[in-house]
């Protein structure tokens, strides 16, 4: 059965009744037709303290090009623990549409793990990205029509970093030159479009702690230079509130529910592979004020989306993981271990060996944060008895406990050992220490996490980056954390060089300052800010009938 | 008071309230918050036949700038209809988000007379606006990934006419290049971007009966030319059930509430300047089938939107209007007699009658399609009572009932003898008659619209459109309806050719085939389907607080 039969078939609860089951109380809830709503925050008006609860962090091995379940694992292990009689709320990225009618399918699990309804999650949902898009493109006409009626700031067109956005894959708006056509209808200047969730407003909207802190947020960022290199920021334009406006509601957390009922957050949605790759901090903060155990994922592998979890979103929530759950495949452990796409079916336990060295390199960069560790093993009806066997094994040598997860057969009553794993595990003494220090230069930033996390000798710079890094340090930007985009499928920045590479360098080409975010990005090899359709886009074959049936979605 | 002061301070009724008095079952009603719902339609869900209401059709004189109140006499009308008893539906359209943040101001009415929230409206509203950017982007990336991926279509990237669009006023993205960076970001071609509302899938919405009307439609829509001049449409791609995917909650109707709680269903938006400026099929069938008078409004002067309403959406409704309502300010009638912007606050009883002679051929051009008229005079405070009897004069003379509303201040109360003439006024017989056959060629239909409608003598065509001319009709395409694309301020294409001038020529620069909407777009003059910001635009006083109050809207 595909997953949107699946979810098609699902009885769902109506969302206020998902809402009483959390504790959220029904004035705060503003419904999105009957299964969506979004959370008018704060819960807690009077800003009380409150005991938070425990917070889980999934992430991953480096994944394949099909994904290795983090998602389905994320919302079957939440099924699990709501079953285990755990007061529990699942932290979910929402999709972006781009990849949806590209390559990758859905971002809402599979199977019998999926959060619903999961068309409407999957295209508009209640409207984020497309706020987000707008807001980024407001933005980028009031800057340009800034130039255009006079320039009072001198703004040099040549050096507008603020790029347009759309929540579409669209290679052929990556480059793009702007205002032809005379005098009537702007200035000439060479400008791209980023996949919205690449937008610096994305990362701003999922750090933000409430609206007067997305608009301080939004006044900071750069949005290019004068031409005598004075930094030209949001706040100089003076249209801060407008953009917050646009974002108004976008900063609500959306809630919906997994197929067995848990009440998820699906809110906000960087990816991991070009910008910090998590959800935003007010679902992540809301679940950990009303469940007992919250968890959330972050995108990509450990190298990615955990790192950044925990050096970049971690200080802003002021709450640390109780536990780090690793999602690991057989099959990606035997690509990892060198084998192809096609060999993947066949029972190998030398290429599994192999690939290990991925996972355990994954394993003690997490362990490196002072986090307890658990494996998780997303079963695949290809994985053979000894292969699963071995792999446990392998854990064990290495002492980490590694639990066989079946959620997308199984739904939650396929993750009950891991979850009884993670709830010892959450009890386990936590002592969390950072990766570095914010007063290190944005140069040692990177060394660190290229030798400490990906398992690299040393970072080489490109001419650009170099000058930046000085230009940086005048202006005072060198003490914000580093987010890396950097390719998922390597510790490295050469996606073909998987398992666990040693030896290698890390090739900044560029940064990016994202002030409002309060990070700098380094972007990494050929890494791009905006994807390409495929061949065969997804989109050929999605259709709907008369009756608004949707096929073809995944 | 300002508009958003009054907006704000109003008690609304929960948006199940609104359904219920407007007979909408509650199980065809998506919320979206607690006062905005999108309708799942049909209503009726065997199709029964059912008595349709009346309708009425509120269009205006030649606007000014400042625009003359159109829709707030819509909502005033609609709600003095409710307060005499009547069943009555208000049908408007959405605003486009790009004017908010430009110039216009909202587009939800005024004073005592608007449709709320109106900062929801104003701003994403139920996200239609988005959505529609969305399916026509995703379509211009499918566009060029085909060309990119080996063009088995044969599709010549210089013939390309399908545009990208955004909800933004961006002068800067009128005319730009796209492609640019190399092999792996697509093919260089020149492109623009339109706004959203022009875009042709906003006027398929618009027109579309059902979910697989839309599709159909949407298959249609011209995308460009093969390099042997073949016609390439979104069905040769295949990917319209992807696009109507994008468009599915789009489709359905949204309502909302007036200040007196009148049903109102805003859906739909295209500008009747730049596109054929109704509200959609759909929502006017809606309130047709649900109410007994029906209130809707078209854009801009009766020359652009009614022209449009009774040519080409009519024969999709399937219902002509039972009375057409021509708003009329004394202030635009004395800029149409010559008067400047600071000069409107005195008396000038002479400017006035001059100016009536651009009331005047609005009436005659409506009274042509043989439905009864009635006058509106949106009162203002600087309008004497010696230049309100002189104007009421001017349409007794005329043949034409005139009656003063002054809703802004009143709400439905300053309406009342205005519903009262409406009400009489539908009972009168009627008997439509279509400005021109179907069977007329392109030239002669818009020859018959310039001629009957603008009062003007003739037709002048660039080389490019008589060129097009010559192919449309090789292609069978002239056989279509003409969809006016000219500026608002005169009955000519020159702006500054204001009241009722006489001998002028319309020149055609361009044409744009619409095979999905259905119509042919003729460009006239300057007018520009992206327009750009102010010097001093809206959003730079748009601000927000940290309760999410949001003030300088309007």
Same mark, same amino acid.
């Given at each position: 059965?595909?997953?949107?039969?699946?979810?098609?078939?699902?009885?769902?609860?109506?969302?206020?009744?998902?809402?009483?089951?959390?504790?959220?109380?029904?004035?705060?809830?503003?419904?999105?037709?009957?299964?969506?709503?979004?959370?008018?925050?704060?819960?807690?008006?009077?800003?009380?303290?409150?005991?938070?609860?425990?917070? $889980?962090?999934?992430? @991953?091995?480096?994944?394949?090009?099909? +994904?290795? /379940?983090?998602? &389905?694992?994320? *919302?079957?292990?939440? #099924?699990?623990?709501?079953?285990?009689?755990?007061?529990?709320?699942?932290?979910?990225?929402?999709?972006?549409?781009?990849?949806?009618?590209?390559?990758?399918?859905?971002?809402?699990?599979?199977?019998?793990?999926?959060?619903?309804?999961?068309?409407?999650?999957?295209?508009?949902?209640?409207?984020?990205?497309?706020?987000?898009?707008?807001?980024?493109?407001?933005?980028?006409?009031?800057?340009?029509?800034?130039?255009?009626?006079?320039?009072?700031?001198?703004?040099?067109?040549?050096?507008?970093?603020?790029?347009?956005?759309?929540? $579409?894959?669209?290679? @052929?708006?990556?480059?793009?030159?702007? +205002?032809? /056509?005379?005098? &009537?209808?702007? *200035?000439?200047?060479? #400008?791209?479009?980023?996949?919205?969730?690449?937008?610096?407003?994305?990362?701003?909207?999922?750090?933000?702690?409430?609206?007067?802190?997305?608009?301080?947020?939004?006044?900071?960022?750069?949005?290019?230079?004068?031409?005598?290199?004075?930094?030209?920021?949001?706040?100089?334009?003076?249209?801060?509130?407008?953009?917050?406006?646009?974002?108004?509601?976008?900063?609500?957390?959306?809630?919906?529910?997994?197929?067995?009922?848990?009440?998820?957050?699906?809110?906000?949605?960087?990816?991991?592979?070009?910008?910090?790759?998590?959800?935003?901090?007010?679902?992540?903060?809301?679940?950990?004020?009303?469940?007992?155990?919250?968890? &959330?994922?972050?995108?990509?592998?450990? #190298?990615?989306?955990?790192?950044?979890?925990?050096?970049?979103?971690?200080?802003?929530?002021?709450?640390?993981?109780?536990?780090?759950?690793?999602?690991?495949?057989?099959?990606?452990?035997?690509?990892?271990?060198?084998?192809?796409?096609?060999?993947?079916?066949?029972?190998?336990?030398?290429?599994?060996?192999?690939?290990?060295?991925?996972?355990?390199?994954?394993?003690?960069?997490?362990?490196?944060?002072?986090?307890?560790?658990?494996?998780?093993?997303?079963?695949?009806?290809?994985?053979?008895?000894?292969?699963?066997?071995?792999?446990?094994?392998?854990?064990?040598?290495?002492?980490?406990?590694?639990?066989?997860?079946?959620?997308?057969?199984?739904?939650?009553?396929?993750?009950?050992?891991?979850?009884?794993?993670?709830?010892?595990?959450?009890?386990?003494?936590?002592?969390?220490?950072?990766?570095?220090?914010?007063?290190?230069?944005?140069?040692?930033?990177?060394?660190?996490?290229?030798?400490?996390?990906?398992?690299?000798?040393?970072?080489?710079?490109?001419?650009?980056?170099?000058?930046?890094?000085?230009?940086?340090?005048?202006?005072?930007?060198?003490?914000?954390?580093?987010?890396?985009?950097?390719?998922?499928?390597?510790?490295?920045?050469?996606?073909?060089?998987?398992?666990?590479?040693?030896?290698?360098?890390?090739?900044?080409?560029?940064?990016?300052?994202?002030?409002?975010?309060?990070?700098?990005?380094?972007?990494?090899?050929?890494?791009?800010?905006?994807?390409?359709?495929?061949?065969?886009?997804?989109?050929?074959?999605?259709?709907?009938?008369?009756?608004?049936?949707?096929?073809?979605?995944?």
């Amino acid at each position: 059965m595909k997953d949107i039969e699946i979810a098609q078939q699902a009885e769902l609860w109506p969302i206020n009744k998902v809402a009483q089951d959390a504790g959220i109380p029904l004035e705060k809830i503003e419904p999105y037709g009957h299964f969506k709503a979004k959370i008018d925050l704060p819960l807690n008006v009077k800003r009380v303290p409150k005991r938070s609860g425990k917070l $889980i962090l999934v992430t @991953a091995v480096s994944p394949t090009p099909a +994904g290795e /379940g983090k998602s &389905t694992i994320t *919302i079957g292990l939440g #099924d699990a623990l709501k079953a285990a009689g755990k007061k529990t709320m699942i932290a979910l990225r929402e999709p972006s549409m781009g990849p949806v009618m590209g390559a990758k399918g859905g971002a809402t699990g599979g199977g019998f793990a999926q959060v619903l309804p999961m068309e409407d999650i999957n295209l508009h949902f209640t409207g984020d990205m497309h706020a987000l898009t707008s807001a980024n493109n407001t933005l980028a006409a009031l800057i340009d029509n800034h130039i255009y009626q006079g320039n009072e700031l001198n703004i040099d067109p040549r050096r507008v970093v603020w790029k347009r956005a759309l929540d $579409i894959n669209d290679r @052929a708006l990556r480059n793009i030159v702007i +205002g032809l /056509g005379g005098t &009537t209808s702007g *200035i000439v200047r060479q #400008d791209g479009f980023d996949i919205t969730v690449a937008s610096e407003l994305m990362a701003v909207l999922c750090l933000a702690t409430d609206i007067e802190d997305l608009k301080e947020r939004i006044a900071k960022i750069l949005v290019g230079y004068t031409y005598d290199g004075q930094a030209v920021t949001v706040g100089d334009l003076q249209v801060q509130g407008a953009i917050t406006t646009i974002l108004k509601d976008a900063l609500k957390p959306n809630l919906v529910q997994t197929l067995e009922h848990t009440p998820t957050l699906v809110h906000g949605g960087p990816f991991a592979n070009i910008a910090h790759g998590c959800n935003s901090v007010l679902a992540t903060k809301t679940a950990l004020e009303l469940a007992d155990y919250t968890v &959330t994922e972050a995108g990509f592998g450990s #190298d990615l989306g955990a790192e950044k979890f925990l050096d970049i979103k971690t200080p802003v929530l002021g709450k640390t993981p109780d536990t780090i759950v690793i999602v690991a495949t057989v099959r990606a452990l035997k690509m990892n271990g060198g084998l192809s796409k096609n060999e993947l079916n066949e029972e190998n336990i030398a290429a599994l060996k192999a690939g290990y060295s991925n996972l355990a390199r994954h394993i003690h960069s997490m362990q490196r944060y002072g986090v307890p560790v658990v494996v998780a093993i997303n079963r695949f009806v290809t994985d053979t008895d000894q292969e699963l066997d071995c792999l446990q094994e392998l854990c064990r040598t290495q002492g980490v406990v590694a639990q066989l997860a079946n959620v997308w057969e199984q739904g939650g009553a396929g993750a009950q050992k891991l979850a009884q794993a993670v709830i010892a595990s959450c009890d386990e003494k936590s002592e969390f220490t950072p990766l570095y220090s914010q007063k290190m230069t944005l140069a040692e930033k990177i060394t660190t996490i290229v030798t400490q996390i990906y398992g690299g000798s040393d970072v080489v710079y490109a001419p650009k980056a170099r000058k930046q890094l000085k230009e940086f340090a005048k202006h005072g930007w060198d003490q914000l954390p580093v987010c890396m985009a950097k390719t998922q499928y390597s510790f490295s920045d050469d996606p073909k060089l998987l398992g666990a590479p040693q030896g290698f360098s890390i090739h900044v080409r560029e940064f990016v300052p994202k002030l409002g975010a309060g990070f700098i990005v380094a972007l990494t090899g050929n890494v791009l800010t905006m994807p390409g359709l495929p061949a065969k886009p997804a989109a050929d074959q999605i259709n709907i009938d008369y009756l608004g049936k949707i096929s073809g979605l995944f």
